[in-house]
């Protein structure tokens, strides 16, 4: 039988494997009980499903051998199996999806910490296996394959003959070296220590021969006898079902690591059960870091779904409201049909209840970490916050009032992350809006002349730096009856009554050079303007009610996005020196008007971020001037 190539990617990313030297490597045999474990899943759903494949469930279990003289360590399971074709998808490629962006990560950081992440954990068992063997049976074959492989130059699928169904895993572990020692995968200890350490909770029992010794039946004072006895190494209640009291922390971040494949600990752990028309328990989890392909297609969310116990669907989509979609976990619910599937649990009026009661619950844990567990809270905002604000921004909405409590900003004050509540509680009294200012950071903001006044004035203001925070408050349009104004958008009502007066003076003599600025750029900006929000920058660019400036850059990126402009004015500070000067070219050299204004309003396009239009044009007026100047 010709050996099979890894493809090419699987091959380097398995040489990164065998020979990094990992401290952790012990995992492998977590990541080996779990496939296991979740091979023995599909069986028992099948056998309850499906008449043709009943089976019983004492017969579901995994086994743990050691063969001390070959060096090998032996798993078998009776689950699922894997056929020809399977056993060449599932070992021949690794990690479908994310092996590239895995082997990226490795080679930039050579961290194997992020192994479960990206679901290679078969491949783990190369940091201790110099050839491996898996011989396997699917339930839906009278046919066993053995696929062997030593990782490096391909592997081998042959049939062989295998009485049981399910899968057998022979590690031959590697050979001893100077720096290297895998002796303590050969000892008793210390497997029964990894399987108490990482697989306590997996729902079928794993068992091992172990050697026992008793005392001497015959005569007491001889020395007691060693006998062979099959143990059950790990406790098998899953963990969802046990007293919340009797958890430690420990064995909840154990479990959440090695069934959702993260290496962090998780930030937070919702578990509860409740009673009702459908009663279920739930063990929900918020990661502490967000996932490499969070903000990807790639990312799968939704929950496992298990019925009295018995496992029915990963990532269950519809459990879950798309703007909680970071949350990981399960949901064990005796009422269930174990035949639904994911079509029926679109519809299932049952189900929606469900999800309506969960989506609850996550939201009031989250409520509960930000009143009560701050820093928590604002580390769980850095990851996951802009799924929260898309969810307030999608749907038209929908969902505003159940999540914005629950986003923040960063604001003017302190520099922190504040809730809009804490905004609206702290407003001045005279304050009728809730200010903010977009910008693509915050100390890019900190410098836009548009806030200077407001500052001044120590009026707080929000920082918007992702491009979906100004759609998500249009969405919303107030917050506790308070407008939202973008400080670069139409009147900011700053002046008082003489101050107006006095604006509006200055307006009506300067009309007709405010007249000819405006006809100079009549192509670009809407009007020209004496300004009230600046204080000692010369000009800034606003937009009018409507799209702003910061929402025609965003769409402008969209397709199709490009016809939908706001409507741009630019306005002049009455107190700044440049306003002098052009009153004295208007009056003195009116022809030169039409290149000032250009100058002036391209200067404040780029204080906003846009591309110049005509940047050579730009350069050679400057050089004009620079060149006038000193002559
Ligand atoms: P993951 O478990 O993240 O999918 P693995 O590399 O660990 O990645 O396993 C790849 C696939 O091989 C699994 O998804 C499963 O379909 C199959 N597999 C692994 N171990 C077993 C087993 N003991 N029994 C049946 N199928 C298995």
Redesign the pocket.
Known sequence: MAKKQFKAESKRLLDLMIHSIYTNREIFLR??I???S??LD?RYYCSLTDENHRVNKEDLKIQLEIDKENRRLILS?T????NEA?LET??GT??KSGSLEFKKKLEENNDLDIIGQF?????SAFMVAKKII?E?RSINSEQGYAWTSNGEDGYQITPILKEDF??K?ILDLKDNTEEENYDEFLEEYKIKQLVKKYSDYVRYPIQMECEVSKPNEEDEKEEPITVKETQTLNSMIPLWKRNKSEITEDEYNEFYKNKF?DWNDPLKVIHYSVEGTTSYRALLYIPSKTPYNFYSAEYESGLQLYSKGVFIMDKAKDLIPEYFRFVKGLIDSDDLNLNISREILQQDRQVKALARNIEKKIKNALEDLLKNEREKYEEFYKSFGLSLKYGIYSDYGMHKDQLQDLIMFVSSKEDKLVTLKEYVERMKEDQQVIYYACGENIEQIKKLPQIERLMDKDYEILFFTDDVDEFAVQVMQQYNDKQFKSVNQGDLDLDSEDEKKQKEETAKQNASMLEAMKNALSSKVKDVKISSRLKSHPVCLTSEEGVSLEMEKVLSQMPNGNEIKASRVLEINPNHEIFTTMQNVYESNPELINEYADLLYTQALLIEGFKVEDPIQYANEICNLMIKANK
């Open positions: 990541e080996l779990s496939n296991a979740d091979a599909k399971d689950g699922i199996g894997m399977e599932n070992l690794i990690a679901g290679v954990g078969f491949y898996v396997s399910g899968t895993i494949m």
